[in-house]
């Protein structure tokens, strides 16, 4: 049994992470400050003997003794990382460096969930891991993007002066049930607006295109990195290489939905990347063959009755 630290465990992705970790039979401590996670993703797993939870801030320091660390604290829909911006940044710099120095002082082997917004603005398509990226440092994504873009270089640099046993994995959109309804990213919008009979907010003309993760695969993908040889450390792209546009994921929702909600127009945000689409021939080398197994319906259709179900729970 080992024991894992996951940050950022009350979060969309956190929260299945820790289940899949305590069904595997490991002890999993949760840390989260509740920003833009919620007890309610976990509270099923406090009466395992096997799990902790812990409130705490990852940008202050905080000790433990671990075999493992995922490091996934930090906010990841646009709305609330441009909240505060400024504490965005700490999260993610302080965050990994807080993280680092614990994984160095107790040899724990540590895993940083990166982001396809390394990659910014994409000049190559699909992308691969040895692109630099096209960001804009100073744009309103910079503090999330240039964040998990210093987050790496830590990473990279504790491995090189300190040792430390590190993996980077760099995650493109991914979706599922336990999304919030107010979380802003576009699956959870679309979804939540079909439900509920309102507009669909097609941001831009709807021609810029994403590629869409279903969360289990995301997860397996997680577990994989983590338990990979000890000479791989990535960075390794983690995503379903199925790409569509958002007019294409509109008109799968309102088929799938049956909705009758009108698509609606609104002004693209500053800085939207136009293209999103993973390179995944690392990952399937050096995860065993690691690849998504759900396609976008069918993942669509889980995600859907899940809002269905909790928006009439809390209607
Ligand atoms: P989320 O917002 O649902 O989860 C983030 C969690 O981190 C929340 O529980 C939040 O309360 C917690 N958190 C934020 N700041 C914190 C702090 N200072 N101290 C402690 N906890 C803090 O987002 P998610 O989709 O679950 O993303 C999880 C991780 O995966 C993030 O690091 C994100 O950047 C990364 N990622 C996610 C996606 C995606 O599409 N879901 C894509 C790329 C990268
Ligand atoms: N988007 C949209 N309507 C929404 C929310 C988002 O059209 O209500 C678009 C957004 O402009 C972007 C894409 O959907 O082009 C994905 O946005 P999201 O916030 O989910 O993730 P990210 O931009 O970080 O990939």
Same mark, same amino acid.
């Given at each position: 049994?080992?024991? %894992?630290?996951?940050?950022?465990?009350?979060?969309?992705?956190?929260?299945?992470?820790?289940?899949?970790?305590?069904?595997?039979?490991?002890?999993?401590?949760?840390?989260?400050?509740?920003?833009?996670?919620?007890?309610?993703?976990?509270? /099923?797993?406090?009466?395992?003997?096997?799990?902790?939870?812990?409130? /705490?801030?990852?940008?202050?320091?905080?000790?433990?003794?671990?075999?493992?660390?995922?490091?996934?604290?930090c906010?990841a829909?646009?709305?609330?990382y441009?909240?505060?911006?400024?504490?965005t940044i700490?999260t993610s710099v302080?965050g990994a460096?807080?993280?680092?120095?614990?994984?160095?002082?107790?040899?724990?082997?540590?895993?940083q969930a990166s982001t396809s917004e390394v990659y910014?603005?994409?000049?190559?398509?699909?992308?691969?891991?040895?692109?630099?990226g096209?960001v804009?440092?100073?744009?309103?994504r910079s503090c999330y993007d240039e964040g998990k873009r210093c987050a790496e270089s830590l990473f990279?640099?504790?491995?090189? $002066?300190?040792?430390?046993?590190?993996?980077i994995?760099r995650i493109?959109?991914?979706?599922?049930?336990?999304?919030?309804?107010?979380?802003?990213?576009?699956?959870?919008?679309?979804?939540? $607006?079909?439900?509920?009979?309102?507009? %669909?907010?097609?941001?831009?003309?709807?021609?810029?295109?994403?590629?869409? $993760?279903?969360?289990?695969?995301?997860?397996?993908?997680?577990?994989?990195?983590?338990?990979?040889?000890?000479?791989? /450390?990535?960075p390794?792209?983690?995503?379903?290489?199925?790409?569509?546009?958002?007019?294409?994921?509109?008109?799968?929702?309102?088929?799938?939905?049956?909705?009758?909600?009108?698509?609606?127009?609104?002004?693209?945000? $500053?800085?939207?990347?136009?293209?999103?689409?993973?390179? %995944?021939?690392?990952?399937?080398?050096?995860?065993?063959?690691?690849?998504?197994?759900?396609?976008?319906?069918?993942?669509?259709?889980?995600?859907?009755?899940?809002?269905?179900?909790?928006?009439?729970?809390?209607?």
């Amino acid at each position: 049994m080992k024991r %894992i630290l996951v940050t950022g465990g009350a979060g969309f992705v956190g929260s299945h992470l820790c289940e899949r970790l305590l069904n595997d039979g490991n002890e999993v401590i949760c840390l989260d400050n509740y920003f833009t996670g919620k007890k309610s993703k976990i509270v /099923h797993l406090l009466n395992n003997p096997y799990f902790e939870l812990v409130r /705490h801030d990852v940008t202050m320091p905080y000790f433990i003794e671990v075999d493992e660390i995922y490091n996934l604290a930090c906010p990841a829909s646009p709305v609330h990382y441009q909240y505060n911006p400024i504490k965005t940044i700490k999260t993610s710099v302080m965050g990994a460096i807080n993280m680092l120095g614990l994984a160095k002082r107790i040899k724990a082997k540590i895993l940083q969930a990166s982001t396809s917004e390394v990659y910014g603005d994409p000049e190559i398509h699909p992308q691969t891991e040895d692109y630099w990226g096209h960001v804009n440092p100073i744009g309103i994504r910079s503090c999330y993007d240039e964040g998990k873009r210093c987050a790496e270089s830590l990473f990279v640099n504790y491995h090189e $002066q300190n040792n430390v046993n590190i993996k980077i994995i760099r995650i493109f959109n991914t979706y599922g049930p336990k999304m919030e309804p107010d979380d802003g990213r576009v699956v959870s919008n679309f979804i939540v $607006q079909a439900l509920q009979g309102r507009d %669909i907010t097609i941001f831009g003309d709807g021609m810029q295109t994403r590629s869409f $993760q279903y969360v289990s695969d995301l997860v397996e993908g997680m577990v994989r990195m983590m338990n990979s040889p000890d000479d791989f /450390h990535g960075p390794v792209n983690i995503g379903n290489p199925g790409e569509f546009t958002m007019l294409e994921l509109a008109q799968n929702i309102i088929d799938l939905t049956g909705t009758k909600s009108k698509i609606v127009y609104m002004p693209l945000p $500053q800085d939207d990347p136009t293209q999103r689409q993973p390179d %995944i021939s690392l990952a399937q080398e050096k995860l065993n063959g690691w690849e998504p197994k759900v396609p976008l319906k069918e993942g669509l259709i889980k995600t859907i009755n899940y809002f269905d179900n909790l928006l009439k729970e809390t209607k």
